[in-house]
């Protein structure tokens, strides 16, 4: 009998471990630090493709202003998932518009050159615009009553 005594002994002492509450993963917590990893990952690759693709069509290479204006805004959109502190979204919303300023007046010089059209101007002037107008949003809607 004493083999069995120590049996159940063993097993509330193994029943009252598992009681005690040691620290578990929490799956939401495990769930929100991996949504949180992959955020800044996204918001890094947006980067550096834009980063690139900006060097590379500074650098001659010929890149539709489309798709630095696509990648801008990728950019800009990983910033608003990972960031969402008003201030935080102005300072995303604020570089956006700059990036799109700066396409405008690399596409106007290229333009001065012939080496872009008519509707490359006109679209860098459509995405800054755009960037203007949601910039200004932002400001307004974080001025509170």
């Known amino acids: 009998m004493s083999g069995c005594r120590a ?26 630090k991996a949504l949180a990893r992959l955020s800044k990952q ?4 947006a980067r550096k493709t834009y980063e690139v693709l900006w060097s590379d069509y500074r650098e ?4 539709s202003d489309d ?5 801008s805004l990728r950019w800009l959109e990983a910033e ?4 969402k502190q ?11 518009r700059d990036r799109m300023v700066e396409l405008e007046k690399l596409i106007q010089r290229v333009r001065q050159v012939r080496q872009a059209t ?4 006109s679209a860098t002037e459509f995405y800054r615009t755009e960037a203007d107008i949601w910039l200004m949003q932002a400001n ?3 001025k509170g009553p």
């Open 7 to 32: 049996l159940v002994a063993i097993l509330f002492l193994l029943v009252g471990f598992a009681s005690m509450g040691f620290p578990r993963a929490d799956p939401d917590d495990e769930k929100a």
């Open 42 to 45: 996204k918001l890094d690759s």
């Open 60 to 63: 001659g290479f010929r890149i």
């Open 67 to 71: 798709t630095l204006y696509r990648w």
């Open 80 to 83: 608003r998932q990972l960031y």
């Open 86 to 96: 008003p201030a935080d979204q102005i300072v995303a919303l604020k570089e956006h």
């Open 118 to 121: 008519i509707n490359e101007v």
């Open 140 to 142: 307004a809607d974080n």
